[in-house]
């Protein structure tokens, strides 16, 4: 992973391109399709950084996979740190019981918000649940949650772009960069 000269004034320097990140996807793309072959897929999508990744990652499944898409909204980050305590905003609409749920996050930082999650998914029986993030900062960790599927690691430092936001900023930004301080 080679730093890259900034592309918007808001960055300091650019982590991943939007090719790098394509690509990257397209491979998850092939590995998730084959892992979940002749299984029921349900996708959920954790609003709002995902929908980037996600929207990209639905194109690179298999047009062969059994898959539908839901989503989940959970508030536990007020500017750029985690509060600790997270909120269901809005639940899934569809049942997960019997399904194979694969939850799409945009990153994974100290793991709170995902633990949560998941706990709340995994008590509602589905088949399986397993995790596939964009990002992982596995340094910031503070639950032993580690997601299956992982696009990159980065270093531990606060990163906009690719549906990552800064109070609502930024996600339209095709790479992903660290926001200047
Ligand atoms: P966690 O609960 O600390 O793992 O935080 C997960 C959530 O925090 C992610 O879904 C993001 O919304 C947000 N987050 C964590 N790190 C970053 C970052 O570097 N940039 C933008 N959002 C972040």
């Known amino acids: 992973m080679s730093a890259q000269a900034p592309t918007h004034p808001a960055l300091s320097k650019v982590l991943l391109d939007e090719a790098t990140i394509k690509a ?16 029921r897929l349900m996708i959920v999508g954790v609003l709002k ?40 905003l809005l639940d899934l609409r569809e049942s997960p019981d019997g399904k194979d749920i694969l939850v799409i996050e945009d990153i994974v930082d100290t793991g709170l918000t ?21 990002l ?17 690691k980065i270093p531990n430092e606060f990163v906009v772009g690719f549906g990552l936001d800064y109070d609502e900023r930024y ?3 095709p790479c992903v960069g660290v926001l200047r301080t």
């Open 24 to 39: 990257r996807i397209q491979e998850l793309g092939v590995q998730i399709t084959r892992d979940y072959a002749g299984r």
């Open 49 to 88: 950084g995902s929908v980037i990744f996600l929207a990209d990652l639905l194109r690179a499944l298999g047009p062969e996979l059994d898959v539908e898409v839901d989503f989940v909204a959970v508030s536990s980050y007020a500017g750029k740190a985690s509060t600790g305590s997270v909120r269901t």
């Open 114 to 134: 995902l633990t949560s999650l998941t706990e709340t998914l995994l008590s509602r029986k589905p088949r399986s649940l397993e995790v596939c993030a964009l």
């Open 136 to 152: 992982d900062k596995p340094d910031c960790r503070k639950t032993p949650l580690q997601p299956k599927y992982v696009g990159f």
């Open 171 to 173: 996600r339209q930004l």
